[in-house]
């Protein structure tokens, strides 16, 4: 996507991801502040370690008086004068086997914890880190295709997976109850499972 780079993220990125990745959870109605999920997801470096993890940057989003996330207390945002890329997404690819894992079987590429800013959207972020995804899947030696859970509500990002060529695959789904953890909200959500081939 123009004026959107996407990369490998370094232990420097680790702070602005938590952030937004939070914020985008929060701000969409996925997860509710205080729920105890919020831990793993503001807990990059974990995740870090135990998967691949994958930031967009968006071009110039700073301009120069500052990027309004600044006053916010954003530690992506650039600071006043300064014109750099900034972090506005990321996303996490994990293999069958790793701990990460949720879905993934053998000779699929899974990613999980696709985020974008909210203040980032309709920017084709999200496009560019899904791409980059089936980009990395098609470079694995013994990986033929790419697989995600994605909540029932999030029916923004089924527009975007379904446009991209994945294609759901219901007798995957899944709920929290089904790997034996108990929902933090009481409800347990049944999860959707997307598939394509690359």
Do not use: C, K, N
Not at 132 to 137: C, P, T
Not at 149 to 170: I, K
């Amino acid at each position: 996507m123009e004026g959107v780079t996407v990369r490998d993220a370094g232990d420097g990125d680790h702070a602005a991801i938590a952030h937004l990745t939070v914020t985008s959870y929060v701000d969409g109605g996925h997860v509710d502040p205080a729920d105890e999920y919020i831990a793993e997801l503001e807990d990059v470096a974990s995740r870090a370690r135990r998967a691949r993890v994958l930031v967009a940057e968006v071009d110039g989003w700073g301009d120069d008086g500052g990027d309004d996330r600044e006053a916010a207390g954003d530690p992506g945002a650039s600071a006043p004068g300064e014109r750099r890329p900034v972090i506005a997404g990321s996303v996490v690819l994990t293999l069958p086997g790793m701990p990460m894992t949720e879905v993934a079987r053998e000779g699929e590429l899974e990613f999980r914890m696709l985020a974008v800013d909210p203040r980032a959207r309709r920017r084709g972020v999200a496009r560019a880190l899904v791409r980059a995804a089936v980009d990395r899947a098609g470079q694995l030696e013994g990986i033929g295709a790419v697989v995600l859970t994605t909540m029932e509500t999030m029916t923004g990002a089924h527009a975007l997976y379904e446009s991209e060529g994945f294609e759901r695959v219901p007798e995957r789904d899944w709920r929290l109850s089904d790997i034996g953890q108990e929902p933090t909200d009481g409800t347990d959500q049944l999860f959707w499972v997307y598939r394509r081939t690359v």
